[in-house]
């Protein structure tokens, strides 16, 4: 673990990377959707929200379903449960592998107290490098936002009822701007229903559409950190698949949540 200054350093090199994609890349959001773009915001960096979880793993992994914005359902491994401790409370976590093409990245989906007011009310994200410790640092600073806050092109996956926290996690991305902000998951599936049309009714058994989906990022260069932390270079997204079953053609993986762009 970094020392707090060689981390602080670490995370705001890590956001201005992030801002520079965002604001010019041809893969940002904002540049692919032609979506005006101003700096993501944070909260303050907070080292409190370093915190050591241990993977509690299912075996054999479950095949799981996350809703996604566009009342589909992506397909995930589910893991197993990281528990740890936050603000005296003991917790846990549902972990998900993306499937195939994604080597040993899992992520985390959550929405926890702040959701739908200062943070993104659908829920945001961790990444993890899967390891045979499954000893881990939960670093909530790092949390980010999938696409589908930025712009309603990108099919996002939803975090389970299970990774609901109820704790605030004051920590990491905030909401880009209120009028992208959802009370909740639900919320974000009604906004792009269009007006007056019937809810689709609820699936049983197997979803009869599915998305398999790439990995989730952080959607911005990394610099390998002193501590040894997997870096993520170059082009943000690189190595991402396209979805094996989308709903339309040309649909690709969507690098900020998991899902994929509507094409």
Known sequence: MPRPDAWRKELDAERSLKNE????????????GRVPFHPLVYFPPDPAYRIPATLERISPPAEAYLRTNRDNQAVMRYLGDLKFSLHGRRLRLRLYHAGEGVGTSVFVPFRDVTSGEESYGAGRYLTLELNESDVYEL???????????????FECGFPPAENDLPVPVRAGEK???????????????????????????????????????????????????RSGRTARLGRPGSGLGRASSPSRPGARACPGSGGRAAG
């Open 21 to 32: 994609f965002m604001a010019g890349h041809p893969e940002s959001p904002f540049v692919s």
């Open 139 to 153: 670093d909530f600073n790092r949390a980010f936002n999938p696409y589908c806050a930025y712009t309603d092109d």
């Open 175 to 225: 909401a880009w701007a209120a009028e992208r902000n959802p009370r909740s998951p639900s919320s974000a599936v009604l906004a792009r229903r269009p007006r007056g049309a019937t809810p689709a009714p609820a699936r049983s058994g197997r979803p009869a559409a599915r998305t398999r989906t790439a990995r989730p990022t952080g959607g911005a260069p990394r610099r390998r950190s």
